[in-house]
């Protein structure tokens, strides 16, 4: 059986990954694929959890974080689009219209 | 184990909310006046705050994921309200902007909904799930006006800036699951004393990435980034909706997770949050000061005044939490009548959210200028408006917990915040008028204004009761 | 209610009668009032003086003026042979220069102006010689100064004149300043600040020394030289004697009432009125001595080489107060006020002759551009004639009695420094007989030296105004003779009359000695006038020759020792000097403005920068988002640790 | 509820008659000026009728407050509504309602835009003051002392002169910035007391010696800037030099006393060991501020900042008098605090008389003034001799019984502070004589005398000057008992042994 600490060491690789990819990515796709990256490593911790608690809540949380990613993925993906309708970019760092 | 109907009166309110949005959705096809709309919000979200108080409303249900109870019921007060005056002074605005779209009330509604679950929420799941409700309704408002830039580039800072923060939030999350096997609040406080936990790195990490995440909410330094962006690009009424709901709702959350679940650890959070407070006073009051767009300046006004009301939750007390309560609803008053003015000062082809576009306002519209002088004299905290005594019972909490210094740096900061709100007293009354400016007057907006400036001026000479309020709603 | 008090009420109702209603109403006639009231007190002062003579007195308040805590201060008024004599003194001359002034300010567009502050000014020096207690002899002693004020600056269109009263007030405030700590210290120490239970109670204290300001000084000597800080302001003594000689600027009659014959004797009537706390110092009445004596040698020596008419007369008033002063300091007070009283009237003469003069000559002072005017105004070189040998203590005049009862006491009193005064004092009296008469042959003799046209317009005043010449003249003469000394068998009758208030010293002396402190003050006066009219009316040659060979001295004498220069220097410039690179240049400007406005502007600044943190890209904002978390999670895990 | 014996709530009536007069101009068209001047006038004029009982019904034989009126205002926190006068207090509830009808009278014409909120803020104004005066329940004093200050802001930044927004913040900033501090203070006070605000109370009790120390530091913060005390002093030069007439002269009568006030009603009751521990600081301080403020002045070319520094100069005495801890200092202080109103209100309701007619304030562009305008340079000179002390006019009272406890309290100090009555005496004659004397001005010829609206602004004022000066006992008699009653209290509060360490921290400090 896998111990819970390879689970928790590897949900937390993916979440630094997730981050690192989310600091360093200037396109908009990327940086929020780096965030469904995150939640999933997320996910992984909360699974691994819940199976070693015998818990189901971990499991119902993981189920609503993908409902919400979607949900999340949806709206972002809506926000790119009305922007690229503006602007036809999707560098972050062509949006820095407000600043100071 | 038999399956047992839920008590479903304590969770009337958001039924009724959810309705409500859902009807004001589907009525959205078929209704072609949008002002139409509004009303049956307004009166909708009068309808649910009368469910606040349905008998047996306080109670807890599905088996302790969902307190209904006075600090709840406190905050949901705040949201009602909140959308109320959002809708009111929406009205008109929407129609300047080019977006008077249905969906935007049902947003609103759904927004609130969130807020209200947060607010009751006894369980990491239902909490994270309200978050998200008012999150995603949130950055879809941001981003309302979709032919404007600066509208786009606030939602997607905020949109991209929240899931990551939301990432944090359920990183936190799942420690503390890990950790104490349960995601209810109560029970981890319960299993956090029972097996002394306290002090275990995991934990004090889970508290921080959950710290963090709420601290983004509440646009607290250094998680404070997307604030003054998202809050200039949005639309006036969502910047007002935005500054006041959802920050209200992040402190809620904090209340009752931090206090509920980690209570056992408060010296930890303590110490995580002073400084936060610290800084969130010291870079909002700072950076206001030159600002040269109002929404703008309001925006890190708004984060200056995010530290105030974390001095109550670092007091840890229930005068402490109270204090904020109350603040929060004072500032949703304050706040909202500053944005309302705002927001009739937008006309065709007018952006009116610079600084100097309130030059001489007191000659061209005295009425204007005065109510604006009321909300800018409330929010620096000079008596007798609303924003001292929220201030005051915030300073008192604190000194009373033993935290006389924190206020000490607080009452200068807050000294330091009277210059740029004078400043916009000044530019209205001490300049003179340089183009004419066109007011964009409705009567929901005159409403809007009529109930935020009575409410800030009699809470400010009469606050017994809504001290009272604050004080028996948390035990 | 007693009717001693209509005194000073009178003056005070036509002070006010005329400042309402002198504009709109009186006009013209605003002298009737003010000179009845001041006749008025006149009468009831006489009356007065004659009770007193009857052996009565009276100490009453009026009503408390200031009461706070253990301190209390009325309203109230003493009246003993002292406040007799002074009364009698005051509103004399108040009287006479009242009406002179109805013909020298014939004209003027401030005439209801003019009286209603000869009106107040008689209501204040009443109220100050009629006090019963220190504080409102201070009331007093502010009121004069005020009244000296507005009247130096009568015509305040000239800035001289403007500046003149405004140096009085100032000059009179630095002496004032040492009065009003000596009130404190009196009532500090008794508790009071009346006087009957104050000077009862002085030789109590007579030993007593007291810690003021970290040095243990004798205590009456500290009390006697902070009030003598008063007296040496108001009677401009050295070192304060600056503002007397420009308070010339005003009118004539004010020169003479004010500036000569009752206000700034105020000085010597104080010192004398607190003769028991004097009494009780040595050390004081040596230093009141020494002031007096050598501020009338100081003054006399300016007197010499002046030449502006009632400059050369206010030097020697100057010199005459340092004369009353030495005489105080000896002990003498009878003689100091026996002078002052004689001095009133002879004084008071000179100037409202040299104010005829000035009528006569459109205004001109320049004693060099006058000369040979007796043959136009007959009265007024008559009077002024008689004024001069009263001064010079020529035998049977007024002058003569009082000078010499000075000497003689200040010859032969126990004082210390006594035989050193009366050297000085004898010399002075020769100096002013030289300077007087200097006058008198520069300005009636010879021939007239201004120009034709002046010449044209000589003529002899009015009878408003040499009718007052002539009544003075009368005490110029006579005034003196109530106080002949038992030597020439007179009846001394000055000295008895004042003995209970002031008591008097026994001169120890022999009568050869007697005759012949008399004999030398004759001689040195007579001396005086024969220098003058030998280098004035026969030689004329002669000062010219002395101004050149000893040009320094007399640039000196002439330009009144410098002190004017000196205090400009010393005090005035440094003052605003500081006032303006110092206090607004630096304290204000660069420390407190610059704190206060330093530290918005470093927040601002401040702001300014952190604004840039903010610069608008979503990937700094996460990274600081980030580093926060991170910092916060370090933070913690070094708290555990 | 208390009664307070004059059948109706006099002081509530007071406090917001003004404010209800200042709802009423709001309903007022802004057109008809002449109607909204008109019942701003009556509004002030029936205040101050209103006003009058107090004086006639005032029980001098007591200490204890008087006109009492107390209601449960905020019961969570334990703050009630409760007003009350003393001798301390109740002449300066006189002299605001006086003063408000001058500035109004002296405003009728100066002020030409926005007249409305003018005299909005004036009333406001007005209710606020004498709340100030009246409150006796801490948190509603701080409420009525901060909210005096949105009014005065906008009366200097509004109506003021050419540098008037740098005036208003200047001196906004800098009062709040010190009331804050107090603000601090009376919290923590109210935790030590045990949840009460109510300031006779407070007066009764004991606190340690170091909280004594800081809380009375952190209240000269507040008080110390409205006086204002050197080093805090400036903005007031700046404040008054561009308010218009009105501000400077509710600020000079009124505003500035509440600092003062403030020492005698809080700092020196409540902590009587630390207010006799910092004596020594505070007399220094005191005369300090009285030859800078007056050295000052001697550099001065502006009609205004002149009589701003002056203020400076007078206030100085006050302090010193407050902080001579006898009676004499004390009632001489108070009495100080009222002529100062009197005196400097008046000299600046004059400035303003003529400011109209020139519109200069450099003294520079006036001169020989007094051969144009009689009646006004007579009564001028009223002032100005009021101003320096004078024996028959209030300012020698005044000063005299300061200086005399001064004296007592402290020799050195005393002495210095004579001083300033030389300088004093300099400046202001130095003034009059380039305003009113020397030749004619070009820029003041054919000026016209004083109007009769002008005249009866300043005659009470001439009134009072004598008043005070001539039978000072009408006022002093209201303080005996109280003053008896503070010093008591500030001589014997707290324990003995405590004014040991006082005189070291004393030491330390210096």
Redesign the interface.
Known sequence: MVPLNWYLMLSAAVFSIGVFGFLTRRNIIIMFMSVELMLNAVNISLVAFSHYLQDLRGQVLVFFIVTVAAAEAAIGLAIIIALFRNKATAHVDDMNEMKG | MPLVMPDLRPIAPEIVMTCLALFILVADVFIRRKETLALLSVLGVAVTAFAFALPGVLNTTFGGMFISDGYSMFFKIIFALNVILTVLISVKYLDVEKVNFGEYYALILFATLGMMIMASAGDLIVLYLGLELMALSTYVLAGFIRYDMKSNEAALKYFLLGSFASAFLLYGISLAYGLTGTTDLGRIAMTIEQQGLAGKPALTMSMILIAVAFSFKIAAVPFHMWAPDAYEGAPTSITAFMSVGPKAAGFAVIGRVFLMAFPMVRAEWVTIFIPIAILTMAVGNIVALSQTNIKRMLAYSSIAHAGYALLGIITGTPDGLASMMNYMLIYAFMNMGAFAVIIMLRSEGFKGDTISDYEGLSKTHPLAAALMLVFMFSLTGIPPTAGFMGKFYIFMAAINAGYTWLVIIAVIFSAISAYFYLRIVMYMYMKDPKETVTLTTSPSMGLALAITTVAVLAIGMFPAKVVYLARVAFP | MNYYLLIPFLPLAAFLINILFGKSLLKENAHWVAILAVAGSWVISVATLIDVTGGKTLNQDLYTWVSSGGFKASVGFLIDPLTAVMLIVVTTCSTLIHIYSTGYMHGDNGYYRFFSYLSLFTFCMLMLVMANNFLQLYFGWEGVGLCSYFLIGYYFNKKSASDAGKKAFIVNRFGDFGFGIGIFMIFLTFGNIYYEPVFSQAGAFATKTVNFLGYDVHLMTLIALLLFCGSIGKSAQMPLHVWLPDAMEGPTPVSALIHAATMVTAGVFLVARCSPIFSLSETALMVVALTGAITSLFAATIGLVQNDLKRIIAYSTVSQLGYMFLACGVGAYTAGVFHLYTHAFFKALLFLCAGSVMHAMSGELDIQKMGGLKKHMPVTYATMLIASFSIAGVPGLAGFFSKDEILWLAYSGPSPVGKFVWLIGTFVAFLTAFYSFRLIFLTFHGTFRGTHEQEHHLHESPKSMTIPLMLLCIGAIASGWVGIPPLLHGGAHFTEFMKPVLGHPEGHGTHAEEWMVMAISVAVGLSGIGLAWFMYVKRRDIPVKLAEQFSGFHKILFNKYYVDELYSLIIVRPTIWIAKNVLIGVTDARIIEAIVNGVPAAIGGFSRQLRKVQTGFLHHYAIIMAAGALIIMGLMLMRSW | METNGMGFPILSTLIFLPVAGAVLLLLIP?SKEALIKAVALCVSILAFVISLPLFTAFNKATHAMQFVERQ??????NITYFLGLDGISILFVLLSTLVTILSILISWESIK??I??FYISILILEGAMIGVFCALDF?LF???W??M??PM??LI??WGGPN??YA???F???T??GS??M??GI??L??HAGRTFDILDLATRTYPYQMQLWLFWAFFAAFAVKVPMF?????LPDAHTEAPTAGSVILAAVLIKMGAYGFLRFSMPLFPEAARAMTPVMLTLSVIAII?GA?????QTDLKRLIAYSSVSHMGFVTLGIFAL???GL??GILQMINHGIVTGALFLSVGVIYDRTHTRQIADYG?V??VM?VYS?LFIVFT?ASIG???TNG??GE??I??GG??AN??A??LA??G???G??YM??LY?RV?????NAKVTGLADVNMRELVTLLPMVILVFWIG????TF?GFM?ESV?HLIERVNTGGAPGASAIAKTVTEILQ
């Not at chain 4, 080093?231 to 903005?235: A, S």
């Not at chain 4, 009113?436 to 004619?440: A, D, G, H, L, V």
């Open positions: 802004r449960a205002w905020i019961p969570a926190w835009n926005k409305k909120e948190f701080y409420i009525f901060e909210a200050l949105i802001y906008l930044g509004v008037r927004v208003a913040i200047k906004f900033l800098y709040l910035v804050v501090l603000l601090v919290i923590v109210y935790f080093p805090v002093h400036t903005w800078y050295v000052i002045c001697l550099a006898n009676t004499q009632e001489g020989g007094a051969s009689p007579s001799l004078l024996p028959s020698f009272i005299f019984l200086l005399l004296f007592t020799q050195l005393g002495v004579a001083t009555i030389i300088i005496a300099g004659l130095w004589q009113f004397f020397m030749e004619t001539i039978y000072p006992d002093l005996h008896r």
